[in-house]
């Protein structure tokens, strides 16, 4: 389980399948960009959607991955700059 945190960080879970909806979207995007190429007839809403699929997956963050206190802090300093307000 370990190498699957070194390998995707620590929100493996949506990282690792956003690595196979990636993977398994490619061959659908090359038949497209290949097809358009030629003049023919392209699937683009099924490249495409394998494509979004994966970059939404790649930016959601699981469910049991929790933030830490230092995580917290800093945004919550973060935050409090941001809300000053210069009377």
């Not at 919550?76 to 000053?84: G, H, I, L, Q």
Request: aromatic letters at 8%; a negative charge.
């Amino acid at each position: 389980m370990t190498w699957l945190t070194r390998a995707f960080g620590t929100n493996w879970k949506t990282n690792t399948a956003a690595a196979v909806v990636f993977v398994l979207s490619c061959p659908a995007f090359v038949a497209a960009l290949s097809n358009w190429a030629h003049h023919q007839s392209a699937d683009w809403r099924g490249a495409v959607a394998g494509v979004v699929i994966a970059l939404g997956l790649a930016a959601a963050k699981d469910g049991s991955t929790h933030s830490t206190t230092t995580e917290v802090e800093a945004a919550t300093d973060e935050a409090k700059e941001k809300c000053v307000v210069d009377l």
